[in-house]
């Protein structure tokens, strides 16, 4: 049987209900939605879906550095946009990071925690 190990960075924000940053077992990386926190504050990002999408990309790449990983390793993406009119300017920074196409779902949500606009959860391979 695989270990489990539990995944935390305190360069990424904290886990606000009863589940943990993320999990490895059996070499694969499974990482909780990620939303747009600023984790040495614990606010918000500011401004529009560019500017949270970046925020939210910056905590993923935390947890990843974290995990002995990468951008170039996530395997499987599950987006959520608050309005699918924010998909193009989303898109445009989503594939400026995640340049080897990860398999992906992006979908339209009533909301997301704190008002959010985006959320990025990911499954990602450990580096050999």
């Known amino acids: 049987m695989s270990e489990i190990r539990t995944i935390f960075t305190d360069r990424a924000p904290a886990a606000i209900g009863p589940y943990s940053q993320g999990k490895a077992a059996g070499g ?5 939605g ?3 926190i600023v984790p040495e504050t ?3 990002e500011q401004g529009g ?3 949270q999408t ?4 910056a905590n993923i790449k935390a947890l990843l550095e974290a995990s002995n990983s990468d951008l170039d ?3 499987k993406t599950l987006c959520f946009l608050t309005d699918m009119s924010d998909f193009q300017d989303f898109n445009e920074v989503y594939g400026r990071n995640f340049k080897s196409a ?4 992006c ?3 009533s909301g997301l925690p704190k008002g959010a606009l985006v959320e990025i959860e990911v499954i990602a391979v450990e580096r050999g």
Request: net charge positive; glycine share 4%.
């Open 49 to 51: 879906v560019t500017r």
């Open 54 to 57: 970046e925020r939210v990309i």
């Open 28 to 32: 694969f990386l499974y990482f909780s």
């Open 107 to 109: 979908v339209a949500v």
């Open 73 to 75: 390793h996530v395997v």
């Open 102 to 105: 990860p398999a992906r779902s």
């Open 42 to 44: 614990g606010a918000l």
């Open 34 to 36: 990620q939303i747009p």
